[in-house]
């Protein structure tokens, strides 16, 4: 597990702390909706938690065995919509990340289902491509400031 200090933004793209907010589901709480799982999941994947995303992978789904070895530097979580509907949900998001010396996405549409209380990741429609911010776009790295100011 790579160590996340408490008081640092979570890299879930929340504003919260890190202690506040994806780390209660880390620990083992349950992720009270299809949104906050998905932020958990991703927060895993920039963490290195390959346990946490099995154990919140719907068992229908799931692999048998998953590693982290060669995923990509994440730097920022969109969440371009998020729907409960009873026990089940989706959640589409876009998440980027460094690919050489430039930017890549990740944009996916996922399936979320509630069983004994807890939320699932089930399936996803995924589509990658590479991103190419002009000067004045926002940053890919999810920091806010403009292109030209901050990782170009």
């Not at 927060?43 to 995303?53: E, G, I, Q, R, S």
């Amino acid at each position: 597990m790579t160590q996340q200090p408490e008081n640092t933004v979570c890299p879930c793209g929340s504003g919260k702390p890190y202690r506040k907010c994806c780390q209660p589901f880390h620990q083992g709480d349950a992720a009270p909706s299809p949104e906050a799982l998905m932020r958990s999941r991703y927060a895993a994947f920039v963490l290195n938690l390959p346990d946490y995303l099995l154990a919140t992978w719907h068992q229908s789904t799931r692999p048998q065995t998953l590693t982290l070895e060669g995923s990509p530097d994440w730097a920022s979580l969109q969440i371009l919509g998020s729907a409960q509907f009873g026990n089940t949900g989706t959640v589409h998001f876009r998440a980027n990340y460094r690919l050489g010396g430039g930017w890549g996405f990740l944009e996916e549409n996922s399936d979320f289902v509630q069983e004994d209380g807890r939320w699932y990741y089930l399936r996803g429609s995924t589509s990658e491509g590479q991103l190419k911010p002009g000067r004045n776009e926002p940053c890919p790295c999810g920091s806010g400031k403009k292109f030209k100011a901050c990782c170009r």
